[in-house]
């Protein structure tokens, strides 16, 4: 009886993460729909309107309406952040996956770069290769790409070291089957389902990455509705209207909250998983 029960216990964290995702997807899908004005329309005799009927979250110094512009907002900021994990996660595991099999001169020299590079603080080399680049979305995206690329290389090479002296590698291997074979039917998939955790938390630290930037003004530029550009243009009215940073202030902690809790939820399933196969 206690096991039909388990069978048909409802999984809270599965169903949060799925109205987590559903939430998320509908703002980036739907957000154009959603938004009662456009983000970027300039109305004067709105300046600084309070919270209202008219203007849910207020309108900042242009008259234009904040709701609007954080449900915009969310667009331009995960759609970023994922495609910058996406290139981050294709390079690093690539490389990682032919540094562990392959070894030798390649594995070292991809390591000691990798190495290197991990010395310094991705906030730190993120905001240097911006500011040399100068701001901008595709620039804000290569320099966040280019720090980010680093641990999944890393992982990925770690587990290809343990992977590729078992078995079935040195079957495939033994079969023929060429090196481009194994690395992506045998070892990829493998490695993919090791850092999909790590990839979903990753996410949020884009995200807080990405607004830095955009806050120092070498991200996203106005008037691009952007939570990080947000948080710039709101900075010189803070003391007198302080609601122009806390709203897109929000929007980043709750949006990082959610994906950190999918994260540790995926991962911690991916434990138990790992642990009752064994």
Not at 146 to 152: A, E, H, Q, R, T
Not at 197 to 207: E, F, R
Request: aromatic letters at 10%; a positive charge; one cysteine or more.
């Amino acid at each position: 009886m206690n096991k039909i029960n388990e069978k048909h216990r409802i999984d809270k964290g599965s169903v949060f993460c799925l109205i987590a995702v559903a939430f998320l997807a509908i703002l980036v899908l739907f957000g154009n729909k959603l938004a009662p004005y456009d983000p970027t329309q300039i109305d004067m005799s709105s300046k600084f309107a309070p919270v209202s009927a008219k203007h849910l979250l207020g309108a900042d110094y242009l008259g234009r309406d904040v709701f609007s512009r954080i449900i915009i907002g969310a667009k331009s900021t995960i759609v970023t952040s994922t495609v910058i994990l996406v290139i981050a996660l294709v390079i690093g595991v690539f490389l990682g996956l032919l540094a562990g099999y392959v070894g030798g001169k390649l594995d070292w020299l991809i390591m000691r770069l990798v190495d290197i590079a991990m010395i310094f603080p991705d906030y730190i080399m993120a905001m240097l290769i911006a500011g040399i680049l100068g701001g901008g979305m595709k620039n804000l995206v290569l320099a966040t790409v280019i720090v980010k690329w680093f641990p999944y290389c890393k992982i990925s090479r770690s587990i290809i070291l343990d992977e590729k002296q078992k078995e079935y590698v040195v079957l495939a291997r033994m079969n023929g089957m060429p090196v481009i074979g194994i690395l992506f039917k045998h070892l990829f998939p493998y490695v993919l389902g090791s850092v999909s955790a790590l990839a979903i938390v990753d996410i949020g630290k884009i995200i807080l990455l990405i607004a830095s930037l955009s806050y120092l003004g070498l991200g996203f530029q106005p008037p691009t509705p952007e939570w990080g550009a947000m948080l710039n243009e709101g900075r010189d009215y803070f003391m007198t209207q302080p609601q122009m940073m806390v709203y897109p202030g929000l929007a980043i902690c709750i949006t990082v909250f959610i994906f950190n809790i999918i994260g540790s939820y995926i991962s911690k399933k991916y434990t138990v998983r790992d642990k009752a196969g064994e």
